[in-house]
């Protein structure tokens, strides 16, 4: 969408809309309808029909509404653990990462980033303790190292793909950039996987534990806080 955002601002609303949902398609498209590209796509559809309509909704609301199309489009979606993870990886961002992200130190380039993949980690935490039964505790800190480059492999990916379909002799020359990105990405995710720290599900419930008790307690000083401030 920021490719084509130059073009798109010169169209009335409807055609505008007609060709960002025809840009998603393309994008499924050569991305083999993957069960994660399948949500992210029918997420931007719903989003962009919504914004047609007059009525923009929650991402939360966006996200619900575009599981149940595409579990009523193939049922066998819920078998995916792709697809599972990309739902719940999209719900905790949804859900957590402002929160978390207001409560960060840090300054705010590094401090929104890793809260959105500490609220996305959150999110596939149960899908990755029922399917693999350990959760690699380095993931967020990996994330944060590999999505510059995983953000600019999208965008440059499509880009160049989409030159390359038309010109294929420029092929080798425009990919070169993203073997240099995928390279990148893969020795993260090679590094991350190294490291042994890990938790089951036994140590998950633990942490939670531990984390809801330092909250509550949070909460508990901030009530005598205020309670002191009143009465003063």
Known sequence: MALAA?????????????????????FAA?????P?????????AIALLATLGGR????????????VALLLADPFLLHSVAFALSCGASAGIALLS???????????????PFAVSIGAQIGVLPVLLWVF????LITPFSNLVAAPAAELLGVYGFLASAIAGVVP??????QQPTALLVTWITGV????????????????????????????????????????TASR
Request: net charge positive; charged share 20%; with cysteine.
């Open 30 to 34: 050569m991305t083999r309808f993957e």
């Open 169 to 174: 002799s420029l092929g080798p020359l425009l």
């Open 98 to 112: 402002r929160p978390i992200g207001a409560r960060l130190p840090g300054p705010r380039f590094l401090r929104e």
């Open 6 to 26: 130059p073009l798109l601002r010169r169209l009335r609303l409807g055609s505008r809309t007609a060709l960002a949902l025809a840009i998603v398609l393309v």
């Open 189 to 228: 995710a090679r590094s991350g996987a190294a490291v042994p720290f890990r938790i089951d599900a036994r140590g998950a419930v633990g942490l939670a534990s531990l984390l809801a008790a330092g909250a509550s307690l949070a909460c508990l000083r901030a009530d005598r806080a205020v309670s002191d």
């Open 56 to 67: 923009p909704a929650s991402s939360l609301r966006v996200l619900a509404y575009a599981v």
């Open 133 to 136: 039964g350990t959760f690699p």
């Open 36 to 44: 994660s590209v399948l949500r992210a796509s029918a997420m931007a």
